[in-house]
């Protein structure tokens, strides 16, 4: 024992051998330091859910969304992407309390940390209750809830537009109801989608284009009831403006009588089930012919009741003392009537007669001033005129033209040109200006122009 003892050595001896070596230096870059925090993280903390007032929201033109969550005593940074956002059923604004779940990442250019958000819905209020009511707001602050611009139903529809699914019982109630209310009702029913992804859109473009059938006087647009989530396509922006702007009358008929749906609000009528809207469309054939049957009862003792009023009236007027002797002033009236209707008929005979007579004159008159018979003899005088002056003026042209043979005859004779034309020629000198008649009166070397029956020469003095 003493030996093992004093074998061991020193406690000091034992520490110092112990002792665990340096550590290693490792110099981090920012980015390596940046992911090995990011892997921590989102190693650390998987799907987070996070309660926070949302403040700083906007949306980019990316469609991306960035916001920061925060409470009294801390906050972070938000993200949420364009394929989350378009799942939203509520609009975010600045001072709504959330409840955000996602995953924590770290943003490597800024060396921040935040929450990619997958998922937001109001805190302490459903997210498809939040969205109704702010759609609510919204469309009851542009008047289309307004009882102003509610259209009243038609009596008797002829067309009936229908909106619903071909699958669902909707569509059979309100078949069955009106068929046996108004068999005659033309029905045309534009089948859509009620429910789902897209439903929205679809029933938009069923009341549009049922809307576009010519003759349609009312539509119903409707389905049977369920969750809130299946009657959701019935709270969409775009199927409340569509019935708006529906030009008929249009009965929403959407879930029970315990749902409500903008749809609801907006349209002309609502109705609690689709049963009931076809019942207040069309209002039941013996009903309506009893009604008529009716209105004419009371308009036949309404026009008997009249008759009776006003021959009462008469028969008191009768009795009255000067109303008593009307026949005989009447008939006094009827003779003084009838001698005026023959006298002015033996005035008007006269003053026609006399008129005819003053007629026949003037056309007696008119006849003997006749331009026609004026313009025959005019123009026969005129005939025999232009005759004779034609024959005078013949033979003023004839002894025009014999006197022209004589004098162009003598004139002929008398002409240089004959000379010429018998061989004989005219001297000139070199200007032109002056016949030369003798020799003396040119010297050699002078030019002078000797002109001939046909032409003239020009020629140049050698010697006289």
């Given at each position: 024992m003493p030996s093992d003892l004093f074998s061991l050595p020193f406690d000091e001896d034992r520490t110092r051998q112990a002792a665990p070596p340096p550590p290693e230096r490792r110099v981090f870059t920012v980015t390596e330091l940046t992911a090995a925090i990011r892997g921590l993280l989102e190693t650390s903390f998987g799907d987070v859910w996070v309660e926070g007032e949302i403040s700083n929201c906007r949306v980019w033109n990316t469609g991306h969304m960035y916001f920061?969550?925060?409470?009294?005593?801390?906050?972070?940074?938000?993200?949420?992407?364009?394929?989350?956002?378009?799942?939203l059923k509520f609009k975010t604004e600045d001072g709504q309390v959330v409840i955000a779940r996602g995953r924590l990442g770290v943003y490597d250019p800024k060396g921040e940390y935040q929450i990619v958000c997958e998922h937001l819905e109001p805190q302490?209020?459903?997210?498809?209750?939040?969205?109704?009511?702010?759609?609510?707001?919204?469309?009851?602050?542009?008047?289309?809830?307004?009882?102003?611009?509610?259209?009243?139903?038609?009596?008797?529809?002829?067309?009936?537009?229908?909106?619903?699914?071909?699958?669902?019982?909707?569509?059979?109630?309100?078949?069955?109801?009106?068929?046996?209310?108004?068999?005659?009702?033309?029905?045309?029913?534009?089948p859509t989608r009620v429910q789902g992804e897209g439903a929205a859109e679809d029933v938009a473009r069923a009341l549009r284009a049922i809307a576009k059938v010519p003759g349609v006087d009312v539509v119903i647009a409707g389905r049977g009831g369920g969750s809130i989530e299946d009657l959701w396509a019935f709270n969409e922006e775009v199927v409340a403006r569509a019935i708006a702007a529906c030009p008929v009358p249009v009965v929403s008929a959407v879930g029970h009588e315990v749902d409500f749906t903008i749809a609801d609000f907006v349209a002309d009528l609502r109705a609690p089930t689709p049963s009931a809207a076809a019942e207040m469309v069309v209002t039941a054939k013996d009903d309506f012919c009893s009604r008529i049957d009716r209105l004419s009862q009371r308009l036949h003792a309404t026009a008997r009741a009249g008759v009776q009023r006003r021959r009462a009236?008469?028969?008191?007027?009768?009795?009255?003392?000067?109303?008593?002797?009307?026949?005989?002033?009447?008939?006094?009236?009827?003779?003084?009537?009838?001698?005026?209707?023959?006298?002015?008929?033996?005035?008007?005979?006269?003053?026609?007669?006399?008129?005819?007579?003053?007629?026949?004159?003037?056309?007696?008159?008119?006849?003997?001033?006749?331009?026609?018979?004026?313009?025959?003899?005019?123009?026969?005088?005129?005939?025999?005129?232009?005759?004779?002056?034609?024959?005078?003026?013949?033979?003023?042209?004839?002894r025009a033209q014999s006197r022209?043979?004589?004098?162009?005859?003598?004139l002929e004779s008398l002409s240089p040109l004959a000379v010429l034309g018998r061989g004989y020629a005219v001297c000139w000198n070199e200007r032109r200006t002056a016949i030369i008649r003798s020799a003396a009166s040119?010297?050699?070397?002078?030019?002078?122009?000797?002109?001939?029956?046909?032409?003239e020469i020009r020629c140049i003095v050698e010697e006289t």
């Open positions: 920061t969550l925060k409470d009294g005593g801390a906050q972070i940074k938000a993200v949420m992407f364009r394929s989350a956002v378009r799942y302490g209020l459903g997210a498809l209750q939040l969205a109704f009511e702010q759609l609510k707001k919204r469309l009851r602050a542009e008047g289309l809830f307004d009882q102003a611009r509610k259209r009243p139903l038609p009596s008797l529809p002829r067309k009936i537009g229908i909106v619903t699914s071909l699958d669902g019982a909707a569509i059979r109630d309100i078949i069955q109801v009106l068929r046996r209310r108004h068999p005659n009702a033309h029905l045309v029913i534009r009236l008469v028969h008191t007027l009768a009795t009255r003392r000067g109303v008593a002797s009307w026949q005989a002033r009447l008939a006094m009236r009827g003779r003084h009537a009838a001698e005026l209707t023959h006298t002015l008929r033996r005035v008007a005979t006269a003053l026609v007669a006399r008129r005819e007579r003053a007629h026949r004159a003037w056309h007696v008159r008119l006849e003997a001033r006749d331009l026609r018979r004026r313009l025959a003899g005019i123009r026969g005088r005129l005939g025999s005129a232009d005759a004779r002056m034609g024959s005078a003026a013949e033979r003023a042209r004839h022209f043979g004589a004098t162009a005859a003598r040119v010297a050699p070397n002078d030019r002078v122009q000797v002109t001939l029956h046909d032409g």
